[in-house]
């Protein structure tokens, strides 16, 4: 099983970012593909920022990212993307991805069994 992620980096606030994640050696179609992000010198979110169902296309975001984040699966590719707007210094953190076989309502990094090396994304203020 891998996960990889790709597409941070340094942008100012404000600016936006599209961050994918790139999967192989499971069945892509029945897994959930969960955002998660751990800040400098704070231990990894709980909840996922933006998680997708591959089965049955639902997704979840929490209040704080809400109309700011955008997730999409392309299932033709294997990958998930995530399109970050409006981005906030605070927001700087090592972005994951993960994969579960189960759903969960707030998207709850225990569910998740298998998980990517994480890519930097660092806002400027």
């Known amino acids: 099983v891998q996960l990889v992620e790709s597409g941070g980096g340094l942008v100012q606030a404000g600016g936006s970012l599209r961050l994918s994640c790139a999967a192989s050696g499971f069945t892509f179609n029945d897994f959930t593909i969960g955002w998660f992000r751990q800040a400098p010198g704070k231990e990894r979110e709980r909840n996922g920022i933006?998680?997708?169902?591959?089965?049955?296309?639902?997704?979840y975001y929490p209040d704080s990212v809400k109309g700011r984040f955008t997730i999409s699966s392309d299932k033709t590719k294997n990958t998930v993307y995530l399109e970050i707007n409006q981005l906030k210094p605070e927001e700087t953190a090592v972005y994951y991805c993960?994969?579960?076989?189960?759903?969960?309502?707030?998207?709850?990094?225990?569910?998740?069994?298998?998980w990517g090396q994480g890519t930097q994304v660092t806002v400027s203020s």
């Open positions: 933006s998680c997708i169902s591959n089965v049955d296309g639902r997704k």
């Open positions: 993960a994969a579960a076989a189960v759903w969960g309502r707030v998207c709850p990094s225990t569910y998740f069994d298998y």
